[in-house]
């Protein structure tokens, strides 16, 4: 059984066909922001490229997977929009709906850096912005479309955690091009950006260390292009939550197996159910 995996970017379209074995094609596409019937269109011209058995998309935001629809995703300018239904009337397979964040956190604990691990898992990945999904004896949980968009919450001073605590939001700050422009100028000891890079921690050890006192998390699983920068940021991210948590067992903080793409390789498995 082969299978279409999409995962829709703030910035590009992953897509990645399958048959949970073998990777037969992989690409990405850019983004038709704001455009959901574009979207429907990729879609379909990869299904019709490519003969799958199912589907599965996934994308960002406040998403009822129940209902099929995404609430709100403000990195593609969505609200309210009927995202199973629009797609799926273009496909002649089945289309299984969901979120990015809740998608890469099934891929990290089934197949990836989460999968030997003894307690509960937060998948954290940060990247165009910062949400969390929190899995429990293997699956994940999405009692709410609300569930995990932590970067929505307000820091002192008013900014919300994802203005601070993502690689847009880190390059934005630091002037640099992108996040991985940021720590190269961590590396070479730029103050201004060594300050924009410890604030980002900081603000990330906030909701990470709540979230672990909360669920009893053994492991964090950090994603998204950011934690491409390694060491650089997990070392410094670990130490700033063992602080907040005090007295309280301190998670493993390890680095995603699927990298920035574990989104689509979660898609991949919802198809594949």
């Known amino acids: 059984m082969a299978v279409l995996g999409v995962d829709v970017g ?17 690409w990405r596409e ?34 009822d997977e129940r209902a099929g629809r995404c609430v709100r995703a403000v990195n593609l300018g969505w609200d309210d929009v009927p995202v199973h239904d629009l797609v799926s009337a273009r496909l002649d397979v089945p289309l299984v709906f969901g979120q990015d964040v809740r998608a890469g956190a099934l891929a990290e604990a089934r197949t990836g850096a989460a999968a030997d691990a003894s ?12 949400a969390t999904a929190l899995v429990v004896r293997g699956e994940v949980l999405d009692a709410s479309p609300w569930a995990g968009e932590v970067g929505q919450i307000r820091l002192p001073g008013g900014r919300r955690v994802e203005e601070v605590a993502s690689a847009a939001g880190l390059a934005r700050r630091a002037g640099a091009p992108d996040a991985a422009a940021v720590a190269a100028r961590v590396r070479d000891g730029d103050p201004a950006a060594v300050e924009a890079w410890d604030e980002c921690v900081r603000a990330l050890a906030e909701p990470i260390a709540w979230a672990t006192a909360v669920a009893g998390c053994s492991t964090v699983v950090v994603g998204g292009g950011l ?16 602080h907040r ?19 689509v390789v979660g898609a991949t498995l919802l198809a594949l159910r």
């Open 30 to 63: 850019p983004t038709p922001f704001g455009d959901p019937a574009a979207l429907a269109d990729l879609v379909a011209r990869a299904a019709a490229r490519y003969p799958v058995d199912a589907a599965g998309l996934v994308v960002p935001g406040i998403v």
């Open 10 to 26: 703030g910035t590009t379209v992953k897509m990645r066909v399958t048959d949970g074995r073998a990777v037969f094609a992989e």
């Open 119 to 130: 307690g509960p898992v937060l998948f954290a990945p940060v990247g165009t912005g910062f």
């Open 245 to 263: 948590l005090g007295a309280l067992r301190a998670p493993a903080i390890v680095q995603a197996h699927h990298g920035d793409r574990a989104a």
């Open 227 to 242: 934690a491409e920068a390694g060491a650089l940021l997990l070392d410094p991210l670990a130490r700033e939550v063992a």
